[in-house]
């Protein structure tokens, strides 16, 4: 199946599979879906193991909280590593890679997840795209380049109030999306979507989930010069993205190039935020479909 001789022709017309972020699912990617949909595309948003709709809300997550107890609940996440997710997609991938080209996307922390596919199955992904998402060269994973100067503008630090319980006991980091602290609110729609209403904002909070894996964080992500960096790849830059700073995609990108200097990211730039593309999914998917033909 990993043979590209079992493959259709080149000029097939390619199917993007999509893979979400920490904290959210398949179902962030519906907007940017229909608007590939309304331009001819095929596109598969996967939910990585325990998310979507198998995504954890105990009652005490519920209206009214009772944070205490949740902090005390046992994480269905605790358990997940990056080779769960990058098997998942890997699977995806398999089978998509039936009828034609496969464009792999992520977005955020799903460029780990993507970065382990390219290095286990570079004959099966013909384009790695990345959305403001973490593909990790020189460190190993998120969390040590969340260290770095590069992330220093990132307001994510300041938000560490939103988390209950302790995310090495429960092995997963867990927010309180559904807080009502006003603060809490403002400090995170400046984080991750300052670009839209309050009311859009609120919608897009009740898309997520509390959870998240640690290991997932943690593992070793960095790419290999000769799997990864054999395909094809381009990076969305997202200039008002105050998770993921400018300065720390602009890091990534230049640490990939410098690894495989004759197959550089093809780079192109959104003027929104590190959630925000999404209420702009005709740009995204006019970048998306100009790339379907490169």
């Given at each position: 199946?990993?043979?590209?001789?079992t493959?259709p022709?080149s000029?097939?017309a390619?199917?993007?599979?999509?893979?979400h972020?920490?904290?959210?699912s398949?179902?962030?990617?519906?907007s940017?879906q229909?608007?590939?949909?309304l331009l001819?595309h095929?596109?598969?948003?996967?939910?990585?193991?325990g998310?979507?709709l198998?995504?954890q809300y105990?009652?005490?997550?519920?209206?009214?909280?009772?944070l205490p107890?949740?902090?005390e609940e046992?994480s269905t996440?605790?358990?997940?590593?990056?080779?769960d997710?990058?098997?998942?997609?890997?699977?995806v991938?398999?089978?998509?890679?039936e009828y034609?080209?496969?464009?792999?996307?992520?977005?955020?922390?799903?460029?780990?997840?993507?970065?382990?596919?390219?290095?286990?199955a570079?004959d099966?992904?013909?384009r790695l795209?990345?959305?403001?998402?973490?593909?990790c060269v020189?460190?190993?994973n998120p969390?040590?380049?969340?260290?770095?100067?590069?992330?220093?503008?990132?307001?994510?630090?300041?938000l560490?109030?939103?988390n209950v319980?302790?995310?090495a006991?429960l092995?997963?980091?867990?927010a309180?999306?559904?807080?009502?602290d006003?603060?809490l609110l403002?400090g995170?729609k400046a984080?991750?979507?300052?670009?839209?209403?309050d009311?859009?904002?609120?919608a897009?909070l009740?898309i997520?989930?509390p959870?998240?894996?640690i290991?997932v964080?943690?593992a070793?992500?960095r790419?290999q010069?000769g799997?990864?960096?054999?395909i094809a790849r381009?990076?969305i830059?997202?200039?008002g993205d105050?998770?993921?700073?400018i300065?720390m995609q602009?890091?990534?990108?230049?640490?990939?190039d410098?690894l495989t200097?004759?197959?550089?990211?093809?780079?192109?730039?959104?003027?929104?935020?590190?959630?925000?593309?999404v209420f702009?999914?005709?740009?995204v998917?006019?970048?998306l479909d100009?790339?379907s033909?490169?």
């Open positions: 199946m990993s043979s590209m001789s493959r022709a000029g097939a390619p199917t993007f599979v999509l893979v972020g920490s904290g959210t398949s179902f962030m990617w519906a940017v229909r608007e590939l949909a001819g095929r596109s598969f948003a996967v939910d990585l193991p998310h979507g198998d995504a105990p009652v005490a997550y519920q209206a009214p909280q009772d107890a949740w902090a046992p996440l605790a358990g997940v590593t990056l080779r997710n990058v098997e998942v997609v890997l699977d991938v398999r089978r998509v890679a034609g080209p496969v464009v792999l996307v992520g977005a955020s922390l799903g460029g780990v997840t993507i970065s382990g596919v390219g290095n286990a570079p099966l992904v013909d795209v990345y959305i403001s998402a973490w593909s020189e460190l190993a969390v040590e380049y969340m260290r770095a100067p590069e992330f220093g503008a990132s307001l994510l630090p300041a560490a109030a939103l319980g302790d995310p006991r092995g997963a980091g867990r309180n999306y559904r807080t009502a006003p603060a403002a995170l984080a991750t979507m300052a670009d839209v209403s009311e859009r904002f609120r897009f009740n997520l989930q959870d998240e894996s290991a964080m943690t070793d992500a790419v010069a799997t990864w960096g054999t381009s990076y830059r997202l200039t105050r998770s993921l700073p300065a602009d890091r990534l990108i230049a640490e990939a410098a200097p004759g197959n550089p990211y093809d780079v192109h730039t959104l003027d929104t935020t590190h959630a925000g593309f702009r999914a005709a740009e998917a006019a970048v100009g790339l033909s490169a």
